[in-house]
């Protein structure tokens, strides 16, 4: 490969990278096609963008950003894909999935400006909620409350005019 393409190369994985808020970096050197095929269509149904990388050109990427990326150099052996995704457990849950096949091979993440390295943070990271869902669970305890009260007061309203109402009958 000539310095150049491999230049091209280095500035794709780099923009990538940083295009996205969270990678895992995972082994499907055992999948035949089709099961890399199907990889790879569950990967879009869920927004997950699916990289298979050179080990040194991906390195290469991650010393040309601002980051410091040093804790995922030790994982760039073997072969090497990248799942990038703005949901942090959307990787995660897929790894899980098939995790009876160990394939794709969990090597470790970048997420939310952290690193996990091994296979023991894989269910810490399914378990991670995203923006939004902190946002909307944030908002639900909020309204809790205010939904309280307001109910209180308009059942209470109901009896109360149901009391007068039966007192001017009388």
């Known amino acids: 490969m000539k310095k150049e393409d491999k230049n091209v190369i280095i500035k794709k994985i780099a923009d990538t990278v940083k295009g996205y808020e969270n990678f895992y970096l995972t082994d499907i050197a055992t999948l035949d096609a089709a099961k890399t095929n ?14 298979v990388v050179k080990n040194t050109l991906l390195r290469k ?15 760039l052996k073997g072969n090497t894909a990248i799942m990038f995704s703005n949901v942090p457990n959307a990787p995660a849950k897929l790894i899980d999935k098939y995790k009876s096949e160990k394939i794709p091979a969990f090597k470790g993440a970048y997420v939310q400006e952290s690193f996990f390295i091994g296979d023991k943070y894989l269910k810490d990271l399914v378990s991670i909620k995203s923006k939004t869902e902190l ?3 944030i908002i639900a305890l909020l309204q809790s409350p205010a939904r309280n009260v307001i109910s209180a007061l308009q059942s209470g309203g109901n009896t109360l005019h149901g009391i007068l109402k039966t007192l001017s009958e009388k």
């Open 61 to 75: 990427a991650l010393e040309s950003l601002d980051g410091n990326y040093e804790e995922l150099y030790p994982l």
């Open 38 to 51: 199907n990889l790879r269509r569950e990967c879009h149904k869920q927004d997950i963008k699916l990289m």
């Open 135 to 137: 946002i909307g669970e």
